[in-house]
């Protein structure tokens, strides 16, 4: 069994042709796609990157490892204290781990652990390499580690390899000379000029003046320098949009690779993601601060010779996690997952629809704001407990098939669905906190000053921002209630 899972940060489903999207931004993911099964509803049980990662290679949520920040003392895994023998159960119950116990080579290429300080990440690998940019190089630097790594294991019969692209984060620096791949394309159109000129009038890190963050200078050789108009609009999403053609084309030099080597046909290719991208949705720009749709919901495309073939080419509507992904390739792998693991195996759904998921999600981001939703039917509600120095409510319920942009909050005028998410969140919360008998992370992170990226003094640098670019009455409101929701 070869198993080669592509995690490609912040990409959105939505913006890839296999999901829909108008534009060509992932030939090559396309026909993997075509040639295995799509699922529409995967969610990362929590964002962003760090707590991502660690939720897919523990097996657990968030709430459990107690990872949901970027820093302090929830960006770490809990300690096991006196129970901690020889080996920690962080490792012994690592994804990596239980897949080598199986007889499989396990590798990593990627930045990743290096640039989070987040080592558990690769806890239970046989082989991790570094690609040495902390996130920034692109996947010209990746692709000679990857055909280097196939090439010296091409005689190996079992391995799994995790390959880490980053071209579609921020900033967007693809090399200048891969051309302008959609300079002829409109740009996606729910974003009409009133959107964006109320927008213009709210305020968040990576608004519509300051997509880029709390400078007005952008040196980036792609994107915009503030959204004004559908000019702006265009030229900030054919950043993003080329930042995802560009890892395709990597992806395809990959796939060109493994038929190469005679390995295409009996390896197993995966691809997704740690969390996507908003752009727009609730009035954040190129970035990844909140436990909605477009933060958390991720690709999930899986092509496994001899068990999809029945599916080629379907698309599955059940509601998984990211976490249950974990489970599968264990179970695929021959193997049981740990009693303390989370996640689910769906393991039949790759075979035959309706043979999996969950009846809802919960999903929990910690790093920029202090979030926790629940998703069920067309319906996503946000609690939000710390807004991360954005203009939010403490609640807002969306209709994701009639808004999927998220652009109308029903929360009041929706009591009744308000009142059924409230319930389904807070009997998942009870539950998992029983597990453990330890606090709720998002509240330790609030009790430590706030999410790490909107901090005592990341609200202070956005007060002077919006001073500075005539918005000082949203100033006042922030230098008072920081990172209270707006109808507290």
């Known amino acids: 069994m070869r198993i080669l899972y592509i995690d490609i940060d912040s990409l959105r489903p939505d913006h890839l042709g296999c999901y829909g999207y108008h534009r060509a931004t992932s030939p090559h993911i396309d026909r993997l796609a075509a040639e295995g099964l799509r699922f529409d509803n995967f969610y990362a049980t929590d964002t962003p990157c760090l707590p991502s990662r660690t939720a897919l290679f523990s097996g657990r ?23 901690r023998g020889f080996q920690s159960r962080t490792t012994l119950d690592s994804l990596p781990e239980q897949l080598r116990r199986t007889g499989l080579r396990t590798a990593s290429i990627s930045p990743f652990p290096h640039r989070h300080s987040a080592y558990q990440i690769w806890e239970g690998f046989h082989e991790t390499i570094d690609t040495g940019g902390d996130g920034n190089e692109r996947s010209h630097v990746v692709f000679p580690e990857v055909a280097a790594w196939l090439g010296r294991n091409a005689g190996r019969p079992d391995w799994f390899l995790h390959v880490n692209l980053w071209d579609p984060h921020t900033p967007y620096d693809v090399p200048l000379e891969f051309g302008e791949p959609f300079k002829n394309d409109p740009p996606p159109d729910w974003l009409t000029q009133d959107i964006i000129d109320r927008q213009r009038r709210s305020y968040g890190p ?154 809802h999600l919960v999903l929990s981001h910690g790093a920029w704001s202090c979030q926790r939703s629940v998703r069920w039917a067309d319906y996503l509600l946000i609690r939000t407990y710390h807004t991360g120095a954005k203009n939010f409510p403490s609640l807002m319920l969306f209709d994701l098939k009639n808004d999927p942009h998220e652009t109308r909050n029903l929360a009041p005028i929706r009591p009744d669905l308000v009142g059924e998410g409230l319930r389904r969140m807070d009997e998942w919360v009870g539950r998992q906190l029983s597990k453990n008998g330890v606090s709720d992370p998002l509240f330790d992170v609030i009790a430590e000053g706030g999410p790490l990226h909107a901090c005592p003094s990341e609200i202070d640098a956005l007060v002077a921002l919006l001073r500075s670019t005539g918005r000082g009455e949203h100033a006042a409101w922030l230098e008072k209630h920081r990172g209270q929701p707006r109808d507290s």
């Not at 949520?61 to 129970?83: L, Q, S, W």
Request: aromatic share 6%; net charge negative; glycine share 12%.
């Open 206 to 359: 990576h608004d519509a003046v300051t997509p880029h963050g709390h400078t007005v200078k952008n040196d980036w050789p792609r994107g915009a320098r503030t959204i004004r108009n559908a000019a702006d609009w265009k030229q900030w999403i054919d950043g993003y949009d080329t930042g995802i053609r560009y890892a395709d084309h990597h992806i395809g030099m990959i796939v060109a690779e493994l038929k190469r080597l005679g390995l295409y046909d009996d390896t197993a290719i995966i691809v997704s993601s740690d969390h996507g991208e908003n752009q727009g949705e609730l009035e954040i720009y190129g970035d990844h601060q909140t436990a909605d749709q477009h933060t958390n919901c991720v690709p999930l495309i899986i092509r496994w010779p001899g068990l999809t073939e029945s599916r080629q080419g379907q698309c599955d509507n059940s509601l998984l996690y990211n976490i249950d992904l974990s489970a599968t390739l264990v179970d695929l792998a021959g193997a049981k997952p740990p009693a303390a693991w989370d996640g689910v195996p769906f393991t039949p759904l790759l075979r035959q629809a309706g043979q999996g998921g969950h009846a």
């Open 61 to 83: 949520f968030g709430i459990n490892t107690g990872v949901v920040n970027h820093g302090g003392t929830r960006a770490d895994i809990r300690p096991e204290g006196p129970a």
